[in-house]
């Protein structure tokens, strides 16, 4: 597979804050890949040095082959970018909205159609201005997606969502996914990380203290799992024979019976807290 996104020894300073303090990232074509991190971690800075929004202080950077501090025109038209800050409260309906950015790419996408995935067809004759925080944002998705982008990038992009619009988010996003968008994904919901990224990786101070698969990462696989039934709950490496022998102490069902392994959640809190961070 063609590399997407190619970073190493990345670095950069604010005066005395180091903001990225050695990071090495490799992203193929296609794939979902969420970055993770508490404020400041330095996220958003590292993907706006992507983006081509801020300069480096040092390292290698290739976003589709190109360095974002030498852009090419035809280079952006295949970038498809959701900022953290909502647009501007447009008098623009939706619809003249989406079909205005519509005409800054070459190949973009059916504007109707775009509406539509994002869930705003109902909306389409209304002005941006007169959206809900959460309407607005999904504005914003379809301005990131409309010129079909080749890599699309998304910070933050469900905050202020409600439950269902994030669920139909993630549809689009997996949809995009399907068809061959390559993601790269800044979030702070961890369930989002893991409903839609093959890989993620979770920065803290500058610095990448881990990355891989979502359902491994931090060796969550193979932590212990808790057993728990009504009247007790332990910790346990053989969970299948601990419910084997509850089920002959109940002499069958156990009541209550729950087994669960550390949640992304549980790992990424570690993850940021050890003492290497
Ligand atoms: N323009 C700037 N000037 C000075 N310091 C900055 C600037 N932008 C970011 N920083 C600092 O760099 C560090 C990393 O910030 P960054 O915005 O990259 O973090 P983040 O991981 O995206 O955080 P969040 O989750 O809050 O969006 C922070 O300490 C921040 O205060």
Do not use: C
């Not at 992009?157 to 619009?165: L, N, Q, R």
């Not at 993601?183 to 919901?189: D, E, K, N, S």
């Amino acid at each position: 597979m063609t590399t997407a996104i190619h970073v190493q020894g990345l670095t950069k300073r604010y005066g005395d804050v180091q903001a990225v303090a050695g990071i090495d990232l490799e992203i193929k074509q296609g794939e979902v890949f969420a970055i993770l991190g508490p404020n400041g971690a330095g996220k958003s800075t590292t993907v706006e040095i992507l983006e081509g929004y801020r300069t480096r202080d040092a390292g290698e950077v290739l976003v589709l082959g190109t360095d974002p501090q030498k852009p090419t025109r035809e280079w952006r038209t295949k970038l498809g970018i959701v900022l953290q800050t909502a647009n501007d409260a447009a008098e623009l309906t939706v619809r003249e909205m989406v079909r205005h950015f519509a005409g800054y790419y070459p190949r973009s996408r059916d504007p109707d159609e775009v509406i539509a995935k994002v869930g705003l067809t109902e909306k389409a004759d209304v002005r941006v201005r007169k959206l809900s925080g959460g309407q607005r944002r999904r504005v914003d998705v379809a301005l990131g997606v409309i010129g079909n982008p080749q890599l699309l990038f998304l910070d933050e992009p469900t905050t202020g969502f409600d439950p269902e619009a994030r669920r139909q988010f993630w549809d689009l996003i997996k949809g995009l996914a399907a068809e061959g968008t390559t993601i790269l994904l800044t979030t702070h919901y961890l369930d989002e990380a893991e409903a839609l990224a093959g890989r993620v990786a979770v920065i803290a101070k500058g610095r990448i203290v881990a990355e891989g698969d979502p359902a491994t990462l931090g060796g969550r696989s193979s932590a212990k799992a808790r057993v728990s039934w009504l009247g007790g709950s332990e910790e346990t490496d053989t969970p299948t024979r601990l419910v084997q022998e509850l089920a002959d102490r109940f002499d069958g069902e156990i009541p209550g019976l729950a087994v669960s392994r550390p949640t992304l959640e549980d790992i990424y809190l570690t993850l940021i807290e050890a003492p290497h961070v």
